[in-house]
């Protein structure tokens, strides 16, 4: 099976008809990807599969929420290489997309690959996280933020519902593990305005993967001290 129709296959396991366009610039940011990857360190999944499995259609799951409306705003927090804002925004062109990362060297490769594509309406913006939070322009801003990373939910919680208007939801991207993270979060999700809606399970085509969509639903404004800085956020959550 070749790579066109695997993203195809896979993109029908979340009800999208993903067409040739979107293809082919998901093609040519998984090649811009390779090569920037030989400099940068972007992914240690480098074959093209693994990329088109682990990378783009696991973004692109996140359609399962049924939350990734048109003309929304989004903020991908800690976005790395661009998952999943990059491939939400080829799937829904009309998604007003904000990536936020850390590294100067990833936020250059982010915003070489919005450029290659022609992409419109998304922006790559180099700083930490809990400093863009705690901006006019920033807090409380977004209808949607997202995180697929490796933080603890009570910490990642902390990071992403300060970006959250009220009503909007935090959609964080997590493995089978989060269940037991849970158990944890109550309170950070409490204290940060939020209140846990639903864990939706999903899947990767051709993969034996099973990875959870856990969303947050913002109902209330975010306490003001919060974010504190990352060094208290990861090494005293919330819990």
Not at 58 to 84: H, M, R, W, Y
Not at 91 to 104: H, Q
Not at 133 to 162: F, G, H, M, W
Request: glycine letters at 6%; aromatic letters at 6%.
């Amino acid at each position: 099976m070749n790579n066109e129709e695997i993203l195809i296959n896979g993109c029908k396991l979340y009800n999208i008809d993903i067409s040739k366009e979107q293809i082919n610039m998901l093609l040519k940011y998984m090649d811009m990807l390779k090569e920037w990857n030989k400099k940068v360190n972007l992914t240690s999944i480098v074959d093209d599969e693994g990329i088109i499995k682990k990378h783009f259609l696991d973004s692109i799951s996140i359609f399962n929420t049924e939350l990734i409306k048109d003309n929304i705003s989004l903020v991908d927090v800690g976005t790395g290489a661009g998952f999943p804002g990059i491939p939400i925004k080829i799937i829904n062109p009309t998604v007003k997309v904000t990536l936020i990362d850390s590294l100067k060297k990833r936020v250059n490769f982010l915003k070489e690959v919005i450029c290659e594509l022609k992409l419109k309406g998304i922006n790559a913006v180099h700083g930490r996280c809990e400093d863009f939070a705690n901006q006019k322009d920033y807090r409380e801003q977004y209808d949607i933020a997202t995180a697929r990373a490796v933080a603890s939910l009570p910490v990642l919680c902390e990071y992403c519902l300060p970006y959250v208007k009220i009503g909007g939801s935090f959609i964080a991207m997590k493995g089978p593990s989060v269940i037991e993270e849970l158990d944890v979060s109550g309170n950070a999700v409490k204290v940060m305005g939020g209140e846990l809606k639903e864990v939706i399970d999903t899947n990767i085509y051709g993969e034996d993967l099973n990875h959870k969509l856990v969303v947050v639903k913002k109902k209330k404004l975010s306490p003001i001290k919060y974010p504190r800085k990352a060094g208290k956020i990861e090494k005293n959550p919330i819990i």
